[in-house]
């Protein structure tokens, strides 16, 4: 096989002729975080969704991080995106979640990055794209944890939603 050189889209834009101005969210955004801290309660069971964030549907998530209290029992989450309460409220797809399989049972005293559920190819979309739309909708998608098994021990779970606003 031949050596070769491949660049970004945003390099690409860069060295064409005429120069291609790229998109804010791959090269000039600001990257924002946003956080929430819920605690879980005893009686909080299995299917249990808990909303800890929102970014609009122009943004790309760059990052998803944890802390959280020894949950035993906790042993899986999905983390996803979640239309917002005022529109029904439900996960968006199936295939779209930011972590699978995430435990809690432990506690996680350091923040530790749980962002696993994109793939390599999804690392330029915006949520729109990730959730395989055809256009942005324009509106807000709510970041939240479905507790898969739940057990029945309290405690605090914080998620840090690290993203690139498209606006």
Avoid: C
Wanted: glycine share 12%; charged share 15%.
């Amino acid at each position: 096989m031949a050596a070769t050189a491949r660049s970004s889209t945003a390099l690409l834009n860069a060295v064409t002729k005429p120069k291609t101005l790229s998109p804010p969210h791959l090269t000039s955004a600001y990257q924002r975080e946003a956080v929430g801290t819920i605690v879980k309660a005893t009686g909080d069971g299995d299917g249990s969704v808990l909303r800890f964030a929102r970014v609009r549907s122009s943004d790309r998530v760059t990052g998803l991080s944890i802390l959280n209290a020894a949950l035993a029992g906790a042993t899986g989450a999905i983390v996803g995106f979640y239309e917002t309460v005022d529109n029904g409220g439900a996960m968006v797809g199936t295939g779209n979640q930011l972590t699978v399989s995430q435990s809690i049972a432990a506690a996680t005293t350091t923040k530790t990055g749980i962002l696993s559920g994109l793939a390599a190819a999804d690392g330029e979309k915006r949520v729109w794209e990730v959730l395989g739309l055809a256009a942005d909708p324009g509106k807000d998608y709510d970041i939240a944890m479905t507790l898969v098994t739940a057990g029945a021990v309290a405690g605090a779970i914080t998620l840090f939603v690290t993203y690139v606003s498209g606006n």
